[in-house]
T-cell receptor, first 113, second 113 residues
């Protein structure tokens, strides 16, 4: 089956620790995205990548970092510089940048204690 | 960014009735307007999009209407079913160098049996 996988589904970390969220897709999509969702709110774009070895900051990139070394993988690191990291993180992909149909993974709920 | 509260606006409909979910958008220069559905604990799922030069587009049991004069977008769901219960987000996209989707805050649809 083709799709996007995110792991883990739930993640707990102590304040001050960096944590990396995994995102893998086997849809052969060029573009990948990371969004953050807070309770009762829409999605806000953290980072996006239109092609391997290239990525751009979204609207709320501070405190986050990404890499895109492989087409199928787009991991997100939540650093200790992110002041309020507890949230639901969603990874998505699209055939290419600019396609409005994005395919989302199941999400990772990060709780910082 | 958007300022939203913790409580989403909620639309409650009887199973079998038609539902109309509304959205006000802000950017007149957007090229596409899109509707996504998010079930509890899952990632959003693309429903339908409409290009800015169109007024109406129909899909399977859904119709999207775009009124550019008042910057209003609506999603109509015919013969609403229990499986339609979810949070619905409108989004807009301007096909430029950023390729970003800007999401609204969402509306919760509850279908009464």
């Amino acid at each position: 089956d083709g799709g996007i996988t995110q792991s883990p589904k739930y993640l707990f970390r102590k304040e001050g620790q960096n944590v990396t969220l995994s995102c893998e897709q086997n849809l052969n999509h060029d573009a990948m995205y990371w969004y953050r969702q807070d309770p009762g709110q829409g999605l806000r774009l953290i980072y996006y990548s239109q092609i391997v070895n290239d990525f751009q900051k979204g609207d709320i990139a501070e405190g986050y970092s990404v890499s895109r070394e492989k087409k199928e993988s787009f991991p997100l690191t939540v650093t200790s510089a992110q002041k309020n990291p507890t949230a639901f993180y969603l990874c998505a992909s699209s055939i290419a940048g600019g396609y409005v149909e994005q395919f989302f993974g199941p999400g990772t709920r990060l709780t910082v204690l | 960014g958007e300022s939203v509260g913790l409580h989403l606006p909620t639309l409650s409909v009887q199973e079998g009735d038609n539902s109309i979910i509304n959205c006000a958008y802000s950017n007149s220069a957007s090229d596409y307007f899109i509707w996504y559905k998010q079930e509890s604990g899952k990632g959003p799922q693309f429903i339908i999009d409409i290009r800015s030069n169109m007024d109406k587009r129909q899909g399977q049991r859904v119709t999207v209407l775009l009124n550019k004069t008042v910057k209003h977008l609506s999603l109509q769901i015919a013969a609403t079913q229990p499986g339609d219960s979810a949070v619905y987000f409108c989004a807009e996209n301007k096909v430029d160098s950023s390729y970003k989707l800007i999401f609204g805050s969402g509306t919760r649809l509850l279908v009464r049996p």
